[in-house]
Every structure is written in C-alpha cells, then in structure tokens.
C-alpha cells in the first residue's frame, strides 16, 4: 500500500514539474517536497512498515502429517 501512495506522490510531483506550477503556495508544496514524500513512502514500505498483520493469518497453517489421508 505504502508502495501505491509513493507512485501517486511521484507521478504529481513529475506532473507538478511538467505544469510549472506551485499550486499558490510556493514553500509547501512544491516539486522537491513531494520527491521527499514520496522518497519517505517508498523507504518505510521497502522496511517493511505496513506490510500487514504477520502471524497465525496466513501461509501454511498446519505443520505435521494431515489426518483422515491415508
């Protein structure tokens, strides 16, 4: 999910920088500080921040022989 939000930080922020524009407010928003953001988003998910729970809810539950098979 964080990997979706930093594509969507980086194509405005390239669209931004296509447009030249600054969207009224040249210190907040601007194309660097959405490069950031989106560096920011792309790191936290590559540490794996937000992958999902982990644990007992998925992969390979029973471990051993299955019963009833033989």
């Known amino acids: 999910m964080l990997a979706i939000l930093a594509a969507i930080v980086f194509g405005f922020a390239l669209l931004i920088d296509f447009l030249n524009t600054n969207l009224g407010a040249p210190d907040l928003f601007n194309t660097h500080t959405l490069m950031l953001i989106g560096f920011l988003l792309l790191s936290l998910y590559l540490a794996g921040v937000g992958s999902g729970p982990r644990?007992?809810?998925?992969?390979?539950?029973y471990r051993g022989r299955r019963p009833g098979r033989g």
């Not at 644990?55 to 539950?61: D, I, Q, V, Y």
């Open 55 to 61: 644990g007992a809810g998925g992969g390979r539950w």
